[in-house]
């Protein structure tokens, strides 16, 4: 699904496990209450038509992928 600068976006919550399965919440509220540790979260913009229409495979494999490239993009600790 290409994304463009303009297209709408909604928020998800995600958490990343070691082995690379996610986990996705609505809300960071809800992730907390869930068991979701607050430092461990990461917000993800996601493009409506994918939130709305897609699956949740293509939703985890979207937020996947985002999260690769974000982590290829930034230092290492």
């Known amino acids: 699904m290409e994304e463009t600068p303009e297209q709408e976006k ?3 919550f995600v958490t990343l496990a070691k082995d690379g399965a996610v986990t ?3 809300d960071e509220e809800w992730a907390i209450e869930r068991g979701a540790d607050p430092s461990q979260l990461h917000m993800v913009e ?7 229409k897609g699956n949740i495979q293509e939703l ?5 992928s985002y999260l690769e490239n974000q982590q290829g993009q930034s230092p290492q600790n």
């Open 10 to 12: 909604d928020i998800l």
């Open 24 to 26: 996705l919440y609505a």
């Open 46 to 52: 996601v493009p409506r038509d994918l939130y709305s």
């Open 60 to 64: 985890r494999e979207y937020v996947a």
